[in-house]
């Protein structure tokens, strides 16, 4: 008889559905709940490093994105307004030779409809907003908004920015607007066919206070992508996105190179969405709730790393059941938190900061990370 505490994940994104395929494949008892009622295929690409697609090899699709993603063979950087290189960044067989596997760039979409597939869909419920929990007595009594309400041994909150269980925890407190916008795009590549210009497979054009960064999301190169951080003071839309254009890209790219001009010229469709923060949580767990990824430490995607984090929080975090035994919960909780705390805030700083790659450094400090087979720290004992 399986005796492993039964588990409910709150919230079917990259982090969640990276916790729920994890604990289903140790054996966990684990359904997943997802507000939407669906997902769809926005416009967004997303960078995967070697250290996710080691995580990825554990659920067993890391061959299925090799074959989906784009495989660059450097991160440039270059200076937006001359074309300048200030960084060029061994990616391809350096990254798998270096840091154990492939550094890919995929389309969000696919990522995240690829991930959601390795769930056991019979334990995946949509349309399942949570509310409130009530952690006062053996189980966690969770209450969705359609009036339902179902319990669970221990509950993940991998819902996101605006956590319902991260409110639980530590009361009311709305993300930190950083003060910068991202814009959205996704081209076809058979549009940038008509100039005579080098579009290369990742490459970040900076200036002082804003950038661009560029790169495929498919493997067949049919579909470039960029997203900005561009400075925009305030954001009163009360939605997590709002359109863009055309016009709104080439007055905040004015003067950048003319690669960056021919993208925004074929651009069809633009979003904008703002980029949220928050200070390191002083609390990520108590009792029978832990949170990760997004709900404590959304970060700006500088470093193209959130979802990452979320993903390696996920691997810590059954690593840590496993270890400590999954009756120990709390020890099993404050050791996870023990061995993500410094290195999620570590890389919201970075993020924050927007250096990352900007000139020549060495990666290898994220790339090289394995969630399952890094040291263990132990907790000082309090
Ligand atoms: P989310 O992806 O936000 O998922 C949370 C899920 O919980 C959602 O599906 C939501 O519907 C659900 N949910 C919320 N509340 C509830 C509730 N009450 N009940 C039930 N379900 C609920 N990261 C990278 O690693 N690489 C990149 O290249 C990259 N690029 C980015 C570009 C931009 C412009 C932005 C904004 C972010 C980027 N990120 C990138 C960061 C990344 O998107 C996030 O860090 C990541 O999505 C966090 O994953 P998560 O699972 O914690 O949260």
Redesign the pocket.
């Known amino acids: 008889m399986n005796n492993k505490p039964t588990i409910a994940v ?9 916790a729920g395929a994890l604990l289903q494949k140790a054996g966990y008892p684990t359904k997943v ?4 009622p669906a ?1 769809a295929r926005l416009g ?6 070697p250290n ?1 697609m080691k995580v990825m090899r554990r659920i067993g699709i890391e061959e299925k994105l090799n074959a989906m993603g784009s495989h660059p063979d450097y991160w440039f950087s270059r200076n937006g307004m001359t074309g300048e290189y200030q960084s060029r960044i061994p990616l391809g067989e350096f990254a798998r030779e270096n840091y154990g596997a492939a550094y890919i ?1 995929v389309h ?1 979409g696919d990522l ?1 409809e690829l991930m959601v597939s390795t769930l056991d869909q019979d334990n995946l419920y949509f349309d ?4 409130d929990v009530d952690d006062s007595g053996g189980k966690v009594v969770m209450t ?2 359609d009036g339902s309400t179902e319990e669970a041994d221990l509950v993940i909150g ?8 991260r409110e639980k925890l530590l009361g009311p407190e709305a993300p930190i607007y950083s003060g910068w916008v ?1 814009h ?1 795009a996704i081209i076809s590549a058979e549009k940038l066919k008509a100039y005579d210009l080098d579009f290369e497979a990742c490459v970040k054009w900076w200036s002082e206070d804003r950038h661009m ?1 560029v790169y495929f999301v498919t493997g067949d190169e049919k579909e470039y992508y960029y ?1 900005t951080g561009v400075p925009e003071p305030d954001w009163d839309h009360g939605t997590s996105f709002v359109d863009s254009s055309r016009e709104e890209m080439r007055k905040a790219f004015e003067g950048y190179h003319p690669t960056v001009q021919a993208l925004i010229d074929c651009t069809e469709t633009v979003t904008k ?1 703002p ?2 923060e928050r200070n390191p949580l002083p609390l990520w767990h108590e009792n029978r709730l832990v949170l ?4 404590c430490h ?4 500088h ?9 390696e ?1 996920a691997a810590m975090l059954v690593r840590c059941l496993e270890e400590v035994g999954a009756e120990h919960y709390q020890q099993a909780f404050e050791l996870y938190r023990t061995n993500r705390f410094e290195r999620a805030s570590r890389v919201q700083q970075v993020s924050h900061d927007n250096t990352w790659l900007r000139e020549d450094e060495d990666p290898a400090w994220v790339f090289a990370y394995d969630p399952f087979e890094v040291p263990l720290k132990q907790p000082t004992s309090q």
């Open positions: 709150i919230g079917a994104g990259l982090g969640g559905a990276a709940y997802e507000q939407a997902f967004a690409g997303i960078h995967l490093g996710v760039t969000r995240h399942k907003r949570l509310v969705f908004a991998a819902d996101g920015v605006n956590s319902r269980l991202a959205r960064m997203v969405w980029l949220l990760l990824g997004d709900a959304p970060m700006k995607p470093m193209a790393q959130g979802a990452a984090m979320a993903i929080d």
